[in-house]
């Protein structure tokens, strides 16, 4: 499975983003997860954020929780990541990523199999 991550770019503070990730193939089943998770100044592979493919279930960081929201249209087998009131910090290097299977430990990068190339958001005035 490849994923394809677009939409990454410059934006101001407070401004907003969204996120686009492609899989190049449907799954069988609907039993895994997708998720965000980026590479800062900070941290190598920071969490943002999942969702169950099935139930749509979708989990967050702390740090972006109540500005950033996951969706995935199953039709067009595409991930999304809607970042508002972008701060400096969400600049990053922002991957998409996808499980096998049904996992339990949604924040965690070892539970996915399949990563994308990145797509550059930087967050600046």
């Known amino acids: 499975v490849q994923l394809q991550a677009f939409g990454g770019g410059s934006a101001q503070p407070g401004a907003s983003l969204r996120l686009s990730c492609e899989a190049s193939?449907?799954?069988?089943?609907?039993?895994?997860?997708m998720a965000w998770f980026r590479r800062t100044a900070g941290a190598d592979r920071e969490f943002v954020g999942a969702i169950t493919w099935g139930l749509g279930r979708a989990i967050y960081s702390d740090s972006v929780k109540g500005r950033f929201t996951i969706t995935r249209d199953d039709a067009k087998n595409t991930l999304y990541l809607q970042m508002n009131a972008l701060t400096p910090e969400d600049t990053g290097l922002y991957y998409c990523?996808?499980?096998?299977?049904?996992?339990?430990?949604?924040?965690?990068?070892?539970?996915?199999?399949?990563w994308g190339q990145g797509t550059l958001v930087t967050v600046s005035s």
């Open positions: 990523a996808r499980s096998k299977y049904a996992v339990s430990q949604m924040n965690k990068a070892y539970a996915y199999d399949y």
């Open positions: 193939e449907r799954s069988f089943t609907s039993s895994f997860v």
